[in-house]
């Protein structure tokens, strides 16, 4: 199996290359990304060292993405600009990469025949819950901000070509993920760096919004499984089964870190701010025999004591020294791993 993932610099597409080369012995994975700001070859690290795994810097929206998918058995698309309050101020790049960029990586897998394509979407194309329910494949798509809209409009760009042109395609959607490698813009690891440094945690408005949690190991233990038995043209929610608000969250981690909640702040909200995420995975759970399994207890003290044990990799995305890391180690491409 040669598998090709888009965006494996970034967070969850990291984690999610480490999981398969862990699990699967005789795979070998290519990696395609941008190296944006969200891009850190440092999170690949021990993949690379080990062999099996090839890297090559492009943008998704460049032509020559048909040349890196020839040949794979599978393309799994993570890539994407991820963070709404990013798409707040300019949402320029979030519609080029998210909308044409995935496009882009659609046309040319079709035009390879790739056999198998896993879109990586979310649970905010669904748009935002009140007290009760939760979101299931079939609820409809009312995405609130920039950043949704525009994985809304990806996933209807994979579907269209499931249904046009029958393109071996599965779409995922998944809660809000936490773990290892993850940029500390997004909330558990800001509030981890913040509280580790004795700074102040933002919280927005009254910190009473709500996100379903899932530790990233299972969001990849779920994207494998799809990846392997789910059924082309077919939507996967994924969830954790934790609902939390924002101001216990961040209550729990200064626990963990031993810190006052005096450290806690709150600031003006977000606009738009989605109230309440909540995920039905009972298709997932049914058809393809998967269920999450780490508690969210345990997976947050593992992912504090990550942090405690990376701070390197944090000062290192502070000072930007994360950028130089790829002219000097890695300098091969995919094109020559694939040889
Ligand atoms: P991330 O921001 O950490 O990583 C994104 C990666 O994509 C980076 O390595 C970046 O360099 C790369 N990239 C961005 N633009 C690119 C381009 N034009 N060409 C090539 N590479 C490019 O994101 P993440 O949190 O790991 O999320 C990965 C995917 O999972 C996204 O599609 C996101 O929508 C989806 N998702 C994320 C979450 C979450 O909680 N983080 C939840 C559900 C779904
Ligand atoms: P985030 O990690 O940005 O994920 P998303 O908005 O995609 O769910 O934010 C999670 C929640 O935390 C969301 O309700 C916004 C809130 N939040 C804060 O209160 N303060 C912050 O500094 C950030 C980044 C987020």
């Given amino acids: ?73 599978a393309v799994v698309h993570f890539a994407a600009e991820s963070h709404v309050d990013r798409s707040i101020e300019d949402a ?13 990586m659609v046309q040319a897998c079709h035009q390879a025949r790739v056999p198998r394509f896993l879109h ?32 809304a409009a990806s996933d209807l760009i994979v579907l269209a070509y499931v249904r046009t042109h029958k393109f071996p395609a599965m779409v995922t959607r998944c809660s809000n993920n936490y773990g290892p490698y993850q940029f500390p813009e997004k909330f558990i690891p800001l509030m981890i760096a913040q509280a580790m440094a004795g700074q102040k945690l933002p919280v927005y408005g009254a910190g009473l919004n709500v996100r379903d949690w899932i530790h990233v190991s299972d969001h990849c233990s779920a994207l494998d499984a799809v990846l392997q038995r789910g059924r082309e043209g077919e939507v996967y929610n994924i969830g954790g089964g934790c609902e939390l608000r ?51 207890d345990e997976g947050l003290a593992q992912t504090i004591h990550w942090y405690r044990d990376h701070q390197q990799w944090l000062d290192d995305l502070r000072s930007g020294q994360y950028r130089d890391y790829f002219q000097k180690h890695y300098v091969q491409r995919a094109k020559t791993f694939a040889q």
């Fill in 246 to 296: 924002n101001i216990d969250l961040a209550k729990r981690i200064l626990r963990a870190l031993d810190r006052p909640e005096s450290l806690i702040q709150f600031v003006t909200d977000r606009p738009g701010h989605d109230l309440r995420y909540a995920i039905n995975c009972e298709k997932t759970s049914r058809e393809l025999d998967w269920a999450p399994a780490v508690q969210f």
């Fill in 120 to 151: 990586v979407s979310t649970d905010e194309v669904y748009g935002s819950l009140g007290e009760e329910g939760q979101f299931t494949e079939e609820s409809n798509l009312q995405p609130n901000s920039p950043y949704a809209a525009t994985k």
């Fill in 1 to 73: 199996m040669k598998l090709l993932v888009t965006g494996g610099a970034g967070f969850i597409g990291s984690n999610f290359v480490h999981y398969i080369l862990g699990k699967h012995r005789e795979w070998k994975v290519v990696v395609l990304d941008k190296l944006t700001y969200a891009g850190n070859l440092k999170n690949l690290e021990p993949a690379l060292q080990e062999g099996r795994c090839g890297f090559v810097q492009m943008d998704i929206c460049d032509r020559g993405v048909l040349e890196q998918v020839q040949g794979c058995d």
């Fill in 92 to 104: 320029s790049a979030f519609v080029r990469t998210n909308v044409d960029g995935t496009h882009n």
